[in-house]
Structures are given as structure tokens and as C-alpha cells.
Antibody
Framework: QVQLVQSGAEVKKPGASVKVSCKAS????????MHWVRQAPGQGLEWMGI????????SYAQTFQGRVTMTRDTSTSTVYMELTSLRSEDTAVYYC???????????WGQGALVTVSS | DIVMTQSPDSLAVSLGERATINCKSS????????????LAWYQHKPGQPPKLLIY???TRESGVPDRFSGSGSGTDFTLTISSLQAEDVAVYYC?????????FGQGTKVEIK
């Protein structure tokens, strides 16, 4: 069965960086792109970007350009999302989500809470 | 970017009654070459990841109760819960996957009246 297991909660200080992982299992890792989506407290879902695990190519939302980097490790079937220069507004639950061929997200990770606080 | 606008922001419906959520896109998400609408609906409950309900605007995901249905085409879409159950209390989002960046509606909170 398809599973996406994310790393645990993190607390970071403003200006720091965070790297969230998402380990995939139950399917061929390189056959499906992976999205990252976040939800700040009391807010809606916000799309951050997408990575192709096959070749590592990425596309990021303009909002995060220059601050986000998505990478993958095919040996462990894991994708990573690193966000730098953290500010309080980056406090959110970060989700990875598998891109089905048609383009929507079918399976999601459990979410990783990132808290940015001094 | 395609802007997705949902209405209403929240609604309260009695158990067993119909709930209707609308989603409007700033440009058509109908791809003419395959006549498919690139629109999905998700249910999101606190502490859980979003759950896929509908894709291609009207195709129900496997395992989703048939009280959930999607309709619409082009720029105007609707998610209908035909008979609201207690477990349907959640926030519902539409998502366009016509292009990148993907964009979600702002969400509609459904509660029991």
C-alpha cells in the first residue's frame, strides 16, 4: 500500500532553515512526481512546489522562489523540502503529496509541524 | 496564476440535508483536447491530511461515499453532499491541476446546524 511518512515536528528560530523529509513506499518512487503543500494556522492549503523524483527537476511557487529547495534521494525513496530564512509566518503544517498521472494529489503524508519562534 | 474562489466560506446544514459548495476559477480548466476539467475536491479534517474526494470535476475517488458528487465545467464547479452526516464536518477545498502553479480555493467550512 502507498505510504508517505514525514519527519517529525520542528521548532526553529527566525532566520534559520528547516528540512522536512517524506519517505515513500508501496509504489515505484521515480514514477510519480511529489508536491509540497502547507497550511498555516487558521489558513487554507498553499501549494509550494513539485519535484520529479526521476530526474530531480523542480517547479516552485513564486511565493517561495529563492527560499525553497526540493530534492530527492532515490536510494531511500525520500524527497526533501528545505525552507530557509524562516519567519514566524512560516509556522505551518507541511505536507508532501503524490502527484497522480492526471495531475492531482492522491496520497498525502501525515504532515510535519514547523514552528518558527524566537 | 489561476485563482480559485469558493463560496460560501462556511455553511451550517442540518443532518440529512444537502450541502452545496461552489468553486469558480479565474480561467477555464477545461482542456479541449480531451474534454476533461482539471479540477479536484478534497476534504480536510483537523489533525489529518487532506482526503481526495473527486477528480476530473466529477469522478468519485474509490471508497468515497456516493453522497459526495461533483459537477460543473469550464470555470464553475460544485461539490454536493446529498445527505450530510456527522462525519462530513470538515473544510472542503477545490484544486485546479490545469497548470502550474497548482492553486487551491480558500476552503469552505461545513458544520452541523
Amino acid at each position: 500500500q502507498v505510504q508517505l511518512v514525514q519527519s517529525g515536528a520542528e521548532v526553529k528560530k527566525p532566520g534559520a532553515s528547516v528540512k522536512v523529509s517524506c519517505k515513500a513506499s508501496g509504489y515505484t518512487f521515480t514514477s510519480y512526481h511529489m508536491h509540497w503543500v502547507r497550511q498555516a494556522p487558521g489558513q487554507g492549503l498553499e501549494w509550494m512546489g513539485i519535484i520529479n523524483p526521476s530526474d530531480g527537476s523542480t517547479s516552485y511557487a513564486q511565493t517561495f522562489q529563492g527560499r525553497v529547495t526540493m530534492t530527492r534521494d532515490t536510494s531511500t525513496s525520500t524527497v526533501y523540502m528545505e525552507l530557509t530564512s524562516l519567519r514566524s509566518e512560516d509556522t505551518a503544517v507541511y505536507y508532501c503529496g503524490r502527484n497522480i498521472v492526471g495531475g492531482w494529489l492522491d496520497y498525502w503524508g501525515q504532515g510535519a509541524l514547523v514552528t518558527v519562534s524566537s | 496564476d489561476i485563482v480559485m474562489t469558493q463560496s460560501p466560506d462556511s455553511l451550517a446544514v442540518s443532518l440529512g440535508e444537502r450541502a452545496t459548495i461552489n468553486c469558480k476559477s479565474s480561467q477555464s480548466v477545461l482542456y479541449s483536447s480531451n474534454n476533461k476539467n482539471y479540477l479536484a475536491w478534497y476534504q480536510h479534517k483537523p489533525g489529518q491530511p487532506p482526503k481526495l474526494l473527486i477528480y476530473w470535476a466529477s469522478t468519485r475517488e474509490s471508497g468515497v461515499p456516493d453522497r459526495f458528487s461533483g459537477s460543473g465545467s469550464g470555470t464553475d464547479f460544485t461539490l454536493t453532499i446529498s445527505s450530510l452526516q456527522a462525519e462530513d464536518v470538515a473544510v472542503y477545498y477545490c484544486l485546479q491541476y490545469y497548470g502550474t502553479p497548482r492553486t487551491f480555493g480558500q476552503g469552505t467550512k461545513v458544520e452541523i446546524k
